[in-house]
Structures are given as structure tokens and as C-alpha cells.
């Protein structure tokens, strides 16, 4: 086990790298059209802190550093699934890192913020985050996984002044359930006593904490956040995160317990005032002594409301955030640092990697409607099922018949030819949950989704095959060059 002592020292000698920001933006290249957005700011007179840009093509990225000089930008990661046991055995790891720290490199990014979360696990894929089983044993995986990604980018990842870029790692949001035995706070904390990374805490995935753990059962929202962040290693949130909330298209306008909506995170919607006074409260955490920038999340929302939502921020925030950033830069400045010591990071054993293994598997079989609630880590979940059973009956098959491309549009030739013969899509979500599959590549959900429809069709309607595969290559052969050129975002490409 690593000294906390010396974690805790690495961690502060690395945020010393990173200079305070202020109020940004979180973006994305295509979606909305990233130059067009900074040129509307302009036009307002605004101009971001800096300018945290999702993964996208690295010649896009490259473009982008060239065509905003003067704002410091900071990179949003995706596909490395630091959460899973096995994912350094995984072929496709080592090329994932050295893509990631390639394009970390091609906008001289400040830190590489991730997910703590995955979109595959134990052979099984979905379209949007899970986040990890809540554990013991998963924290000091995550630990060692992190630690990996961090040394690639320590040898690799060198920016102007020869320092490395900072693994900040993101509490993610719940989709109407999370399962574990430890509590969300104090899982990131043993998270942090293993490994020096930083933290991006999103203040509307915070929210649904406390909408799907039934914390909203027993105490107020403020009496939650206060609770939260008293347990929570504030002291490494680097980033805030503020993004939308809304009701799923698959389930509508509801309201469950206690009167509150059954927002899920929802970067296209508007920002909920309520999450502007979460913030406020966040901000004036005495703990709060690493924060560098706060961020609006805005991929995928309408230019005009982005406009409007920065330049009120702005003028609401920005004051504070510098006053919150002074104040911890003076408490940095004040420590002394120790002489620098590696603190050795100890692996997780092979039968505790396999038990945790068998966990995800079990945990994707679960969520899918492929196995029962047993475990201890379900036990919670299992008290209160109405949460997974939205999950599970409308989230999944939404996202697996229309999540990054709807089926009826990427093949609607094949799917007439399916309506005729009487088989129904619906049909195609147990199909795609029936087994594990090894790993044929880096995640793609858009790929994915095409493979499997093709082996779908193949299965239930040979006669189809011909029209499925040519309908197949047309996607991929437009999804290759929509991704090579540069093109404006389709729909398609929107698999975030
Ligand atoms: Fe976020």
C-alpha cells in the first residue's frame, strides 16, 4: 500500500503544474460547431477561462489548439475503462492510452479528465456510462488502473515546460440506480489515498446521488450536499463540473417520490437553477483547495442557450471561483513539499481481479433483465427496485434501439423487410444482451451496434442478409469518412 502521506505530496507537486483558470467550457468539436460558439461569445465579449474538449478526430484537435491561441484547453477523455479488472489485459488498452495521450498532447492539454465509469464490461456493451460498482476492492482496482495511465502519460505525455499532464478522474452520474456496499464519498476517498490523481466533481451528477440513493427519503438537498461533501476528498476536486437535467425521451415528464423529476444528466438540457445553488454551496466548502476551473458542460446544447447560460454564470460566478482559487493557491504555497518519493502502487491479486470480474458480469446480466438481483453489492438496489426496473424495462432498450442511431434510420430497408415477416425490434435487445462477446476492437457504440444487427439479421431473417450487409457498408463507408474529414456532426457520430 502507497504512504498516503507521499500519495497526497505527489498529488500537490503535480496541481502546482496546472495555473488557476476560472469559469469555462466543456465542448464539444462538432456539437455545436466549436469555432462557431467561440465566435458568438465573442461577439458578446465573452471569452472562455479555458476550453475542456471531448475526444474527437486528432487532426480536429490540432485545428482547434491552432484557432484558439490565447485559451488554455483541457481534454475530456473516453474509452478507457479504468473501472474494469481486466482492461490492461485488453489488446486494445495500450493503443487506447496512446491515442489518448496523443491527442492529450496535440492541444497541449492541462489534465486528462475520465469518467469513472465504463460503457463495457465483462463482454457486454452499452451506450452511455455505468458507474462502478461501489466497493472495496473495485476503488483499489480503479487505483491501479489510473496509475497505469498516469505513468504513460508522465513518459509520453510532456507539455510545454516538460511537466505531464494531471489524471483527473469525474464522479459519474446515476441513471436511476447505483449499487456497492461503501458510500459514494468514501469510495473516491480510498480511491485518492492510493494514487495522486485529481477529481472533477459535477454538480448534476451530484444531484442524481441524491435522487437515486433515497438520500431525498431521509434529508433536504442541502442537508445531502453538506453531508456529501464532509465525507467527499474535496481537497483533490481540481474541476466542477455544470451541465443539464431532464426527463428521458423514453420515459417523459414523471415525477416519483417526494415531488422530485426523475432527471437523469442531460448535456443538451438547460441548466436547472437548482444545480447554480448546489454550486454556491460547493464553492464556500472551506475543503475546497485545489479548484482550478468550473465548467458549463454544453456538447450537444443550442449555441444561443450556451450564450446565455455562460455570460449569467459569469456574472454570478466568477468572483467567487477566483476568490476560491486565491485562497487555495495561498494554502499551496504555504506547504512545504517533502523531496519526491514514487509511491508504490500494489496489484490487486489474480482471484481478487476475477472475483470483481464475476461482479460486472453479474452487474451487466442484472441491469440487462439477464439474471436476478443477488449479491451484497445489490442489496440496497434490491430494497428499492423501482429505480433499476426503469432502468433496465425503458433506458436500455432505448438505448440499444436508438441510443447513437436509431435502427429504423441507419437500416430502413431491412427493418421493412423485418415489419413484413413480423419480427419485431424489440427482439434485437435480448438478442444483444444473450451473451458475452470478446472484444474486436476500441469501443465504437455506432460499430457495434452495426455488427451486431448484421449478425441479428444473419440469425432470425437469412433471406434479409444481402440488404442488411450492403446497408451495413454504407454506414460504416459514411461513418469513416465523416470521421476522417472532419465533417460536421451527424447524428450519427453522437454517441457521447
Ligand atoms: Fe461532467
Given at each position: 500500500m502507497p504512504d498516503p502521506?507521499?500519495?497526497?505530496?505527489?498529488?500537490?507537486?503535480?496541481?502546482?503544474?496546472?495555473?488557476?483558470?476560472?469559469m469555462g467550457l466543456s465542448v464539444d468539436v462538432y456539437s455545436p460547431d466549436l469555432f462557431e460558439l467561440v465566435k458568438r461569445l465573442r461577439e458578446q465579449g465573452l471569452r472562455p477561462?479555458?476550453?475542456e474538449i471531448f475526444k474527437a478526430p486528432t487532426a480536429a484537435l490540432r485545428t482547434v489548439r491552432q484557432a484558439v491561441p490565447d485559451?488554455?484547453?483541457?481534454?475530456?477523455?473516453?474509452g478507457l475503462w479504468i473501472t474494469q479488472p481486466d482492461v490492461q489485459e485488453s489488446?486494445?488498452?495500450?493503443?487506447?492510452?496512446?491515442?489518448?495521450?496523443?491527442?492529450?498532447?496535440?492541444i497541449q492539454s492541462l489534465w486528462l479528465n475520465h469518467e469513472c465509469a465504463m460503457k463495457q464490461m465483462a463482454g457486454y456493451s452499452f451506450g452511455t456510462y455505468?458507474?462502478?460498482?461501489?466497493?472495496?476492492?473495485?476503488?483499489?482496482?480503479?487505483?491501479?488502473?489510473i496509475t497505469t495511465?498516469?505513468?504513460?502519460?508522465?513518459r509520453q505525455g510532456r507539455r510545454e515546460g516538460g511537466t505531464a499532464p494531471l489524471f483527473l478522474l469525474e464522479m459519474p452520474p446515476l441513471t436511476y440506480f447505483s449499487a456497492g456496499t461503501m458510500p459514494i464519498p468514501h469510495f473516491f476517498r480510498s480511491v485518492t489515498a492510493l494514487v495522486p490523481c485529481g477529481l472533477v466533481l459535477d454538480i448534476g451528477h451530484l444531484w442524481t446521488v441524491y435522487r437515486y440513493t433515497g438520500a431525498f427519503q431521509r434529508v433536504s438537498l442541502e442537508q445531502f450536499v453538506g453531508e456529501f461533501l464532509d465525507e467527499f476528498p474535496?481537497?483533490?476536486?481540481?474541476e466542477i463540473h455544470v451541465a443539464g437535467l431532464a426527463c428521458h425521451e423514453s420515459i417523459g415528464e414523471v415525477k416519483g417520490g417526494g415531488g422530485l423529476p426523475e432527471w437523469i444528466d442531460a448535456h443538451a438540457a438547460p441548466i436547472p437553477s437548482i444545480l447554480f445553488t448546489m454550486l454556491e454551496q460547493v464553492l464556500a466548502h472551506q475543503d475546497l483547495v485545489s479548484l482550478r476551473g468550473v465548467a458549463l458542460e454544453v456538447d450537444t446544447k443550442p449555441i444561443e442557450t450556451i450564450v446565455d447560460e455562460y455570460a449569467e454564470a459569469v456574472r454570478r460566478f466568477s468572483f467567487l471561483i477566483q476568490q476560491t482559487m486565491a485562497k487555495g493557491v495561498a494554502v499551496e504555497q504555504s506547504m512545504e513539499l517533502a523531496p519526491y518519493r514514487v509511491s508504490v502502487q500494489t496489484p490487486v491479486c489474480q482471484s481478487d481481479r476475477?472475483?470483481?470480474?464475476?461482479?460486472?458480469?453479474?452487474?451487466?446480466?442484472?441491469?440487462?433483465?439477464?439474471?436476478?438481483?443477488t449479491g451484497p453489492e445489490w442489496q440496497d438496489t434490491a430494497a428499492e427496485p423501482a429505480g433499476i426496473t426503469r432502468y433496465r424495462t425503458s433506458y436500455v432498450p432505448h438505448e440499444i434501439l436508438h441510443w447513437g442511431g436509431g435502427l429504423a434510420e441507419m437500416f430502413p430497408q431491412t427493418c421493412r423487410v423485418l415489419a413484413e415477416w413480423g419480427i419485431c425490434l424489440t427482439e434485437f435487445v435480448a438478442f444483444w444482451f444473450r451473451s458475452p462477446r470478446p472484444l474486436t476492437q476500441s469501443y465504437d457504440f455506432f460499430l457495434l451496434k452495426i455488427e451486431r444487427f448484421l449478425e441479428f439479421v444473419t440469425e432470425r431473417a437469412p433471406e434479409a442478409r444481402v440488404c442488411v450487409e450492403q446497408e451495413g457498408d454504407m454506414l460504416r463507408l459514411a461513418y469513416a469518412q465523416a470521421n476522417e474529414v472532419v465533417e460536421p456532426v451527424t447524428e450519427m457520430e453522437q454517441t457521447r
Open positions: 502521506d507521499f500519495v497526497q505530496q505527489d498529488f500537490q507537486r503535480r496541481l502546482r503544474t496546472i495555473p488557476p483558470l476560472g477561462s479555458y476550453l485559451i488554455p484547453l483541457a481534454y475530456h477523455g473516453e489488446r486494445f488498452f495500450q493503443q487506447d492510452v496512446g491515442e489518448t495521450v496523443t491527442q492529450l498532447n496535440s455505468l458507474p462502478p460498482l461501489y466497493t472495496r476492492l473495485s476503488a483499489e482496482v480503479v487505483a491501479v488502473n495511465v498516469q505513468q504513460a502519460m508522465d474535496l481537497e483533490r476536486v481540481v476475477q472475483q470483481l470480474r464475476d461482479q460486472y458480469a453479474r452487474y451487466a446480466q442484472i441491469i440487462s433483465g439477464q439474471a436476478p438481483m
